[in-house]
């Protein structure tokens, strides 16, 4: 069974720096895009950044210059450095999938971790 397991979440202070990761377990045979997404109380939750197989990034204009998002393929897993961090950032933070290849005709599409709670204070 595939799973999405995210860590690194905490509390850190304004201007701060946290690292999260994200690494897929299961019989998996490569990942399309991985993404990291977030949700503060009360809001919807709203895409951070992606990553394609091959590398290529997407921002939110949010984040952009201070969030960074990468990816270990040979691990199956991907990171967010997070840098200047604001009170604004404090959210759950949940990685996404889009398609896990399982198997030669197998794929597993739109898998979703736990989720890591990220607080930053002011």
């Known amino acids: 069974q595939v799973q999405l397991a995210e860590s690194g979440g905490g509390l850190v202070q304004a201007g701060g720096s946290l690292r999260l990761s994200c690494a897929a377990s299961g019989e998996i045979l490569s990942i399309n895009t991985m993404a990291w997404y977030r949700q503060a109380p009360g809001n919807q939750r709203e895409l951070v950044a992606t990553?394609?197989?091959?590398?290529?990034?997407n921002y939110a204009d949010s984040v952009k210059g201070r969030f960074t998002i990468s990816r270990d393929n040979a691990k199956n897993t991907v990171y967010l450095q997070m840098n200047s961090l604001k009170p604004e950032d404090t959210a759950v933070y949940f990685c996404?999938?889009?398609?896990?290849?399982?198997?030669?005709?197998?794929?597993?599409?739109?898998?979703w971790g736990q989720g890591t709670q990220v607080t930053v204070s002011s």
């Open positions: 990553i394609t197989n091959g590398g290529s990034t």
């Open positions: 996404n999938a889009d398609r896990i290849r399982t198997g030669l005709i197998r794929w597993i599409s739109d898998k």
